[in-house]
C-alpha cells in the first residue's frame, strides 16, 4: 500500500469526533478488517485541499471559524466522491487556508452550480421540456456576474421554481438522481440571493447543503469533484 499526502480538518483544539485528538507528527490507525467511509472503521481525509473545505459542512461539520488544517500523509483503503478513509493517518504540521477563502461565498455557490450543471442532462433527458434547474443554475451564475438585486431576485424566483421540479421528481421516485439535480440547482440559485442579503450562514448552507447529490445519485465514479472545485475557483479569481 502506498503512503499518500492528504489533508486533515481538526478543531481549534485539534480535536476531530470522539475527541480524537491531532497535532504535529500525531498517528492514528484502525484494525478494522472491512473499510467504510462514514464509520469508525477508517480515518478520514481528503486528497484535495479545496473539497476538504468545501465539503466540511456535510462532513466534518467542524464550525467554521474553529477550522485548522493539516498537512497529513495516510494509507487510503477506501474512498468516494473525494473523500479518503485510511488505515493509518499521520497529521504532519498546520497549514495556511488556500487564498480562494477570501471570497469563500462566491466559490460555494459556483462550486454547487457546477456540480448541478455536470449532471444537468440526466434530469432533461428525463423531462426535456422542463427548464427550471438549468434556469436555476443560470440564475446562480448570473448574480456572481452582476450582484445587484435584480439578479438576487431572479435568482430566488428560479430557486422557488428549481425547489418545485425537484419536489415533483422527489414525489414520483424519491431515489431518482434527477430529483437531487433539481434540488442541488434550486441550492445554488437560493444561496446567491442569501448571499445578497448577507445571511453567511444561510448562503454557505445553501451553497453546498447538497453537494454532490446528483452526481452521487447518478454516476459518481465519472465526476472529478476536484476538478470541479478547481474550476470554480478559478473563474471567480478572473472575476476579481
Known amino acids: 500500500m502506498n503512503i499518500e499526502k492528504l489533508y486533515k480538518l481538526t478543531n481549534k483544539k485539534n480535536a476531530t469526533k470522539n475527541n480524537t485528538l491531532w497535532g504535529e507528527n500525531i498517528t492514528h490507525g484502525t484494525d ?3 473499510h467504510y467511509l462514514c464509520s ?3 480515518i478520514h481525509a481528503y486528497r484535495d485541499i479545496n473539497l476538504a473545505v468545501l465539503l466540511n459542512p456535510i462532513h466534518a461539520k467542524i464550525e467554521r471559524k474553529e477550522i485548522k488544517i493539516w498537512e497529513a500523509i495516510g494509507i487510503v483503503v477506501v474512498e468516494d466522491w473525494g473523500k479518503v478513509g485510511c488505515s493509518v ?3 504532519i504540521r498546520e497549514i495556511e487556508w488556500p487564498i480562494w477563502i477570501k471570497k469563500e461565498k462566491d466559490v460555494q455557490i459556483l462550486f454547487a452550480a457546477l456540480c448541478a450543471e ?3 442532462h440526466f434530469y432533461e433527458k428525463k423531462y426535456p421540456e422542463d427548464c427550471r434547474p438549468r434556469k436555476a443554475i443560470d ?3 448570473k448574480y456572481l456576474e452582476k450582484k445587484t438585486q435584480a439578479s438576487a431576485y431572479a ?3 428560479a430557486a422557488f421554481a428549481a425547489a418545485q421540479a425537484a419536489a415533483y421528481v422527489a414525489a414520483q421516485a ?3 438522481a434527477s430529483a437531487h439535480v433539481a434540488t442541488q440547482a434550486a441550492q445554488a440559485a437560493q444561496a446567491a440571493q442569501a448571499a445578497y442579503a448577507a445571511s ?3 448562503a454557505a448552507y445553501a451553497a453546498y447543503a447538497h453537494v454532490a447529490s446528483a452526481a452521487y445519485a447518478a454516476d459518481a465514479d465519472k465526476i472529478d469533484f476536484a476538478t470541479l472545485a478547481k474550476q470554480a475557483i478559478k473563474i471567480i479569481g478572473n472575476h476579481s
Open 89 to 91: 493517518l499521520s497529521t
Open 139 to 141: 440564475a446562480a451564475k
Open 32 to 34: 478494522a478488517k472491512e
Open 155 to 157: 435568482a430566488d424566483a
Open 200 to 202: 453567511a450562514a444561510s
Open 118 to 120: 455536470t449532471v444537468l
Open 40 to 42: 469508525p472503521t477508517v
Open 174 to 176: 424519491p431515489a431518482q
